[in-house]
């Protein structure tokens, strides 16, 4: 049970949590008017310099040199190339990063740091903010800086332009955790005037605390279930499905505690919901919407709605400008972004499948369930089926371990996604007679 305790003793929360202080004081500062732009740009700069330093160490270069590279080409190439240039490059970093992780466990045979967890962590994130930016600027949304490093503009004018993207790559709401915030809603919030900045709403962020605070108890009492049970390795038969469904639901539970404080940091420092959205820009979507995951029958719907802000970025990134098979490729993605441990690589391709068959199963059921008791039944036992479903992929990804992953597939929860499975083969060769 190591790996469990080393996802739920992450220290992450605590980072967060020291840096909610000045969020706060960030957005009253804003409310002022002698709070200048560049002053609020440097901000956001140096209390991610800070928050990166004091989370992740020495580890932190890991991170500011991809930030300083992606401002470096944003600022030289032209709208067309920058996209290209910058993703290849910011993905070749974090593989080079997630090789290292690989190295380190399954070579030295070595747990590696917690500050190197953490770096990796805000390094997936980084990815999410220069992939954006850079398709803002591909597809006209964002204006790149004029002239770039090549003109003879003096040092400080270069830097003067390049001091937004420094200060959107690395500014602290969002370095640790926090739904994708877009550079045209970061500006928008910076360059803003001060009567325009919203003031916090402290009923939010009361309400925000008390789900935080029930989650968490809630948490509690599901991790002792958890270690007093046999675990994937000592369980037998059944009681393998019982394990996997508790293990799974403990993760869930810190994955929503987690998005919620994200989210309140992003509140606090005036980046949140409050905030009105650009012509054309799609509106602040948190990442966590509990009652849909767990009352939801369809796994599609659930894929669209577990961590919101990234399936969207996924969407915007891979799905939309795949010419064939997105769904694979999207998900083959995800995986690659994730590090490509064993486990990620079985739960993000089960994963692409059952969506797959989701698809199918209930255009099928629609067509051919008409009675109301039927379609009830039908519901409350693919409701079950998802939340196993669900649970398994979860534990794939998280185990990571190839031992783990090879548990996992030789114990009784396999069933589950095999059900799905052998439906879609059965469902495309109805569906092809059909056609």
């Known amino acids: 049970m190591d790996w469990l305790q080393q996802f739920f003793l992450h220290p992450v929360s605590l980072y967060q949590g020291a840096a909610f202080p000045f969020a706060l004081l960030f957005n009253y500062l804003c409310i002022m008017d002698s709070f200048s732009t560049r002053a609020r740009y440097l901000f956001l700069l140096a209390g991610g310099g800070a928050l990166a330093l004091a989370a992740m160490g020495s580890f932190a270069l890991l991170v500011f040199i991809p930030a300083f590279c992606t401002v470096v080409l944003v600022s030289s190439l032209g709208p067309q190339e920058v996209h290209r240039q910058t993703f290849f490059f910011q993905m070749s970093w974090q593989t080079l990063c997630h090789l290292g992780l690989h190295y380190t466990e399954y070579y030295l045979q070595e747990t590696p740091s917690t500050r190197f967890y953490i ?3 805000s390094l997936m994130l980084l990815t999410q903010r220069v992939t954006s930016l ?23 004018e270069h830097l003067c332009k390049a001091l937004p993207y ?18 045209q809603r970061f500006q928008a919030r910076v360059q803003g005037p001060s009567s325009l900045c919203s003031r916090i709403s402290f009923w939010a962020l009361t309400w925000r605390g008390l789900q935080i605070l029930g989650l968490e108890c809630l948490k509690v009492a599901l991790s002792r279930v958890v270690s007093e049970g046999a675990g994937l390795t000592g369980c037998q038969q059944l009681e393998c499905i019982y394990v996997m469904w508790s ?15 994200d989210d309140s940091l992003l509140h606090a420092a005036g980046f949140g919901s409050g905030l009105s959205s650009s012509p054309g820009e799609e509106g602040y979507i948190p990442d966590a919407d509990i009652w849909t995951l767990e009352t939801t029958h369809r796994i599609s719907l659930f894929t669209r709605k577990w961590n919101q802000s990234t399936a969207r970025w996924l969407r915007r990134l891979i799905f939309q400008h795949s010419r064939g098979w ?20 079985l739960g993000f391709f089960c994963w692409a499948v059952m969506v797959e068959a989701d698809y ?76």
């Open 134 to 156: 850079s398709l803002d600027i591909c597809e006209g949304k964002v204006e790149a800086a004029v002239g770039g490093i090549q003109s003879r503009s003096s040092l400080s």
């Open 247 to 261: 293990t799974a639901g403990l993760f869930k539970l810190t994955y929503y505690s987690h998005w919620i404080l």
């Open 326 to 345: 997105p769904l694979l490729q999207t998900f083959a993605f995800s995986a690659w972004w994730h590090g490509l441990h064993p486990g990620q690589v």
């Open 360 to 435: 199918l199963i209930h255009t099928f059921a629609n067509l051919f369930i008409r009675s109301w008791p039927m379609r009830l039944l039908y519901r409350a036992l693919t409701w079950v089926h998802t939340q196993l479903i669900i649970a398994y992929i979860m534990l794939a990804v998280e185990v990571r371990s190839l031992s783990s992953v090879w548990l996992l597939c030789n114990s009784y929860n396999s069933f589950f996604p095999m059900v799905y499975c052998i439906l879609l083969f059965l469902l495309l060769k109805t569906k092809h007679k059909f056609n």
């Open 166 to 183: 420094f200060s959107y790559l690395l500014f602290f709401p969002a370095l640790l955790g926090g739904p994708l915030c877009s550079f």
């Open 119 to 121: 770096t990796l962590s």
